[in-house]
Structure formats: C-alpha cells, structure tokens
C-alpha cells in the first residue's frame, strides 16, 4: 500500500497464509493477522478485521485458494465465504470467480493473486479517469473508507484524489466521520495522512454545511450497484447525494465493474445488511446510549440512480443510462 513503508497491500498471500491488516485496530496500531482456514477468512471478512467491496472480494479469493489448497469441498466453501456479509457484490464476483478458475484447473495461490492484481489495475484506471475530473483548488468530499485499506491497493473513491495530488492539484477533502464504526475518522484520515493530502475530518451531521459553503464535488464507493444505476454504500451516503443534487454539487461514484450486479434489476433488491446495534450502544467497550433504549444498525443505504452525476469505473466515466452497454 503506497503510504506504508514496504509497500504492503491490504491483504496478500504469503508462505501458505492468508495476511492482512487488521483494520480494526487502525489508526492507532497497523497490526497483521494471518489465516490458514477459509472458515477463518470468512469471518475475518463478517467481523470487519477486512472491510470495502474490493478488498472483500480479493480476502474472498483468497479464502477459496484455502479452501483448494487444503482439498475442501469448494461448492460448500463458496457458500460459507457468500454468507460472510450480505451487501457487497465483489464478494460474490470473486467466490464465483475462483470457483470457475479452479473448476478449470487454475492455480489456486496464482488465480488469487491474479484476482487481487486485477482489482488494483481497475482502481489504478479508476484513478486516471477520475483524476481528470478534478481541477486544481478542488475542494473533494468522500464518506465512508474507499481508499487502498478497502480495494487492496490504490483505491477507489480516494484514488482520483491520489491521482490528483501526485500531478500536482492543490486539494483538499473532507472526510465524513461515518458513524457507528467510524471508518472515514479512522481509516480514511489516516490514508490521507499517510499521501500528505490537506483535509479535515467532518462530524456527519455536518456535510450538508460543507456542502452548501464549498464543496466542489462528492466522490463515494459503492458496495453493490444495481442495473439501472441505484446503488448501496455505506449509510449516511444518501444524505449526501440528495443533498448535492438540490445544491449543484456533482456526485460520482466510484467502483469497479465487478461492483455491479446486472442481475439486480434496480435499488430496491439490495440486501441492505442490518449490524448488532452494540456498534452504536457502545464506543469501545463503554456503553453511552440509556439502558432501556434499542439502537437500529443498517450497515448501508440505497441512493437511486438520479442523484449520480456519474460512475467512476475502469472503462471510463457512465451515466446511469450507460450502465448497461458494458454489461461483459
């Protein structure tokens, strides 16, 4: 991960293990964790020690190569890795990715390497193409972690940004907090730190001010993108588009084409997945909601098609309307 001395990713494989950082214990430690147990990568994946669609998908394939490499029944292991977490399309992109690599005989530890090289050259396009968009003294807000942490390496809403930076285009982003777990305070402050990039933490409450006052631009990821456009990204998401459409401001969404799922006609069937509300009872370990009151935890929200100026992917900037003609 540029950034990281070493150049480490977010998870890679490594004499017969699966690595990763621990992403939970960021911004105050960068601890590494292994795994030898597809069981045990797909719980990494449900518990968030690895967390953003991209890097979801790639810890994914290589809890398959586990899985081939240990001679595990790989239909059972498909459906135990899919049943991680319910919203992230690149998750199951990957599992069926793998599956038919090695059902044709591929490499397992090779095929999973290819998988997560693979995303890292959609988000290095991703960059290129959403760099252009940016103009210098461009002032960029994002929600949530799509950075290098979510996507392996490079990133997807935080790689135009990156792009940006590096030709030279004097930024600045504003990092929504992203409540309850915190990931744009805490993950994405610190990539922006670790590149040098000006910004500012916001509270999320406080984005439609900034967006009113002088924001330039919305950049986003995306868990799951639906046929016409509609799509799931991490909630507190579609405030922000709403918000941008009625001021002007343009809104792009940056993702992968293995984020969308043709499949899904539009919003309204995306499993949005609901978390244990102990994510907003409690901030760590300490409880600070009443005792006698319940929380409600939807980990994503859906944000329809016409409030997106445009997605950000590897085959270059599509309009809603245009989803469809890269369907491959």
């Known amino acids: 991960m540029d950034g990281i001395k070493g150049d480490i990713r977010a998870v890679w494989f490594e004499n017969g293990k699966v690595r990763m950082i621990d992403q939970r214990e960021l911004p105050h430690k960068l601890v590494f964790v292994d795994f030898t147990d597809h ?21 994914a394939a290589y809890g398959m190569c586990l899985a081939a490499l240990s001679k ?6 498909a459906e135990h890795i899919k049943a991680a977490r319910p919203t992230a399309n690149d998750l199951f992109y ?10 044709n005989g591929a490499d ?12 890292v050259d959609k988000c290095t396009k991703i960059g290129e193409y959403g760099g252009a968009l940016i103009k210098d003294g461009f002032k960029i807000m994002t929600h949530c972690n799509a950075g290098a942490l979510a996507t392996v390496d490079v990133g997807t809403a935080l790689a135009p940004m990156r792009d940006a930076h590096a030709a030279g285009k004097k930024i600045f982003v504003y990092a929504s907090e992203t409540r309850p777990r915190l990931q744009g305070m805490q993950l994405t402050a610190w990539e922006l730190v670790q590149e040098g990039i000006p910004h500012s933490i916001i509270s999320d409450g406080a984005s439609g001010h900034f967006i009113r006052k002088d924001t330039d631009m919305i950049i986003t990821g995306a868990d799951r993108i639906a046929a016409n456009g509609d799509f799931a990204n991490k909630i507190g998401t579609f405030d922000k588009a709403v918000m941008a459409k009625e001021l002007g401001v343009p809104f792009y969404v940056a993702a992968p084409i293995s984020t969308f799922d043709f499949n899904t006609k539009d919003g309204n069937a995306i499993v949005i997945e609901d978390r244990s509300e102990d994510e907003v009872m409690f901030v760590s370990g300490i409880r600070i909601a009443p005792k006698g009151s319940n929380a409600l935890n939807p980990s994503f929200d859906m944000t329809p098609a016409k409030y997106v100026t445009g997605f950000i992917t590897e085959k270059g900037i599509l309009k809603p ?8």
């Open 321 to 328: 309307q245009d989803i469809r003609r890269i369907v491959s």
């Open 94 to 103: 990957a599992v069926d990715y793998m599956s038919a690599e090695l059902k």
């Open 108 to 119: 397992p530890i090779a095929a999973a390497d290819g998988y997560a090289q693979m995303m």
């Open 39 to 59: 069981r045990d990568v797909a719980e990494a994946i449900r518990n968030m020690t690895t967390r953003g669609a991209p890097s979801i998908g790639a810890t």
């Open 72 to 77: 595990t029944d790989l239909k059972k292991a």
